[in-house]
């Protein structure tokens, strides 16, 4: 069981986890041990996740989520199977969380009447200057 909040954890049989050979170090075992984990998680099917969070997580522009809305995390940053396996886990806990929390709605603001009446202010002296430099005689 993957806990990522007070109110939301996964089960283990929605998490797929896959062993591979790492590019990162290793020494002599790069070559021979699977260290690197690839671990998927189906966002859009999965029935763990409320609606709402399932939309958020489904609407990011995130690269790690594929046209089918499985999120794929490849962790290989450490030397061991285990280690990557927590890494890639910590890593699926913080990109659920980020759904967990709805954005706050934007309130529209206006400027100050000051603000425009500054802006104005400078828009006509700026055009007092191109005038009078329009009207100079150069010869």
């Known amino acids: 069981m993957l806990q990522v909040?007070?109110?939301l954890a996964i089960p283990e049989d929605e998490l797929v986890e896959r062993f591979v050979r790492s590019s990162g170090p290793g020494g002599q075992n790069v070559n021979k041990v699977a260290t690197a984990v690839e671990l998927r998680f189906d966002v859009a099917g999965s029935p763990s996740l409320p609606e709402p969070v399932r939309a958020r997580l489904l609407s990011r522009r995130d690269r790690?989520?594929?046209?089918?809305g499985v999120l794929v995390i490849a962790a290989q940053r450490f030397r061991t199977q285990?280690?990557?396996r927590e890494d890639a886990r910590h890593r699926l806990a913080e990109?659920?969380?980020a759904g967990l929390a709805a954005p706050k709605p934007r309130k529209p603001t206006r400027p100050t009447r000051a603000a425009v009446q500054r802006r104005l202010g400078e828009k006509r002296e700026r055009a007092t200057i191109k005038r009078e430099r329009a009207r100079r005689d150069w010869d």
């Open 82 to 84: 285990e280690r990557n």
């Open 5 to 7: 909040g007070p109110q």
């Open 95 to 97: 990109f659920l969380a």
């Open 64 to 68: 790690r989520l594929t046209a089918d």
